[in-house]
């Protein structure tokens, strides 16, 4: 469980085994705070502009994340967990991750579980 709770990306102190590999440090706080600024921004919105942007808001947030994490899909999914309120930020975790690893060859071919 140590080992786990290590990298679990639940884990605000945690150690990101993608980043490792690939040889990258993510700013974690700047993560969370375009999180919680997307979350702010949606909130001020009128419920009819909630509505007709809500498809848009989250593509243009999971984009943003993804640019600011350098495609890190482990430390895009720590931001939004670790946020509060994070329900509107949809991620898609899976694709992600095999378009982390399309880009960044270096994963350990032993360990198809990540």
Known sequence: MKTH??????????ECRFCKIVGIK???????????DAIQDFDEMGFDEQIDRAVTIQNDISVKLLKESHGCPACVLAAVRQTKDSEL??????AAKEEFWLHND?????????
């Open 5 to 14: 709770e290590k990298h679990c990306t639940a884990n605000p102190n945690r």
């Open 26 to 36: 993510n700013d974690k706080e700047r993560l969370k705070q375009i999180v919680v």
């Open 89 to 94: 930020i949809q991620f898609d975790y899976k």
């Open 106 to 114: 270096q994963r350990p071919h032993y360990d198809d579980d990540w």
